[in-house]
């Protein structure tokens, strides 16, 4: 009986002594892997915490540090399951930072797009931190990310009560405001990041767009050579830029900027692609380069065939590809323009006197009818010539200006031919008026008639 009570009595101090030395021995375990996660041995703090694991299961300090060992190794999913872990089993140790933590859990959980767990630790933090304005600018963001652009602008405007100053929040509400056409107030906000940030080039991008859209080109020009250093806004800087040039008939200028935003694109399916494609062919187009216009627009409608009225361009230079006198029509000098122009009076029975340029897609010829030497003694008649290659249709109201034009010059008679054709309203503001219209088909006929 003694030797059993012996035996049990030393049986227990064991089991005793055992948990008290696995007690003694975990804390200095788990300064041991701080100290690892410390000097960056991470590959050794993980071994360390899943030994430490394997025997206390629920060591919270275990299951931090081997978050913040997997987090470091960019093991993000494996991090997140052992943050989460921590959280669960209860944060109780001061040698855990509880907002870490918690910044950690809601920087992964939005990593993995789970924005509503994101979204209820950036509050529980700023329940805790009130005046923390970056997380009020976080919980901004991820309302951003849900499309809840009026909660997204609340709390960002609540980050800059805390602190005015602070750039990203200008920034990002700057860009909301734009979006939301309250230019006013996103140009202040914008403006300001500029004063504390010259180089911030997103705000200088933005503010390029605010400046086009109050038709301010020149200054809106000018934030787009700043956004344009950025490699993140650089094609969109470029394409913006062109595009500004070509609203401002400098087409050659256009074509630079726009060639070299298609040049660094990479992505020939993206919307931005689309679109600079889509002006540089507007600006060849202008520039009477139709054969690399048709090119753009051939890679565009390959895309996305209903594109803007891509489709439309390319039916209607269609005659490019079968008949050549009609190419060199259009794709003509403007100097090789005028000889064509000329010869087509000439083929219609008049001699020019006198000729005015309306711009690269027009010219109109003041004429007088008869070239014929046997009727040297008749009086010719004034008749006027307006000849476009233009691929929009003649609208009604350049017909009403050539019919003021004929009042005013006491001239009777007058011819309108086009590349294109002529619109509803235009053909019926010629009936019953002594204006003769020539679409592309009679144009095509008269063109066989001519040596080019």
Sequence with gaps: MNIFL??????????????????????????????????SNYKLAIKTAKEILGKEPNNVEAHYFLGESYYNEGKFELALIEYKAADKVGIHDKHINEFELREKLAELYSKFDNLEESLKEYI?????????FVI???????????????QAISNYMKALQQNPNYVPALVNVGILLYESKRYVEASKALETAIKF?????????YMGLIRKN???????????????????YKIRSLMEKGSLLMIMNKFDEAVIELERALKNSDNDKSTLTLNIRFFLANCYEQTRNITEAIAQWEKIYSVKPDFKNVGEKLASYQELRMDDKMKDFLT??????????????????????????????????????????????????????????????????ILRKIHETMRQKEIIKAVVITASGFTKPALAFVQERPIELIDKAGLQNILKEINI
């Design 197 to 205: 940030e010259p180089s911030n080039y997103k705000a200088h991008l």
């Design 6 to 39: 012996a035996v049990l009595v030393v049986g227990g101090f064991s089991i005793v002594l055992f948990i008290f030395l696995r007690k003694l021995m975990s804390p200095q375990k788990i300064v041991l892997l701080r100290n690892l996660i410390k000097s």
């Design 124 to 132: 529980l933090l700023q329940k805790k931190y009130p005046n923390d």
């Design 332 to 397: 003509a000098t403007n100097d090789e323009f005028l000889d064509i122009c000329k010869k087509i009076v000439i083929t219609l029975g008049a001699n020019v006197t006198e000729f005015t340029m309306l711009s690269n897609e027009g010219f109109e010829f003041y004429t007088l009818e008869g070239g014929d030497d046997k009727f040297r003694n008749v009086r010719k008649r004034p008749k006027l010539f307006y000849i476009f290659r233009k691929s929009t249709p003649v609208e009604e109201t």
């Design 214 to 232: 109050e038709n301010n080109y020149k200054s809106a020009i000018k934030h787009f050579e700043i956004s344009v250093r950025d490699k993140d």
């Design 136 to 150: 009020s600018v976080k919980i901004g963001e991820l309302f951003e990310r849900k499309n809840m652009r009026e």
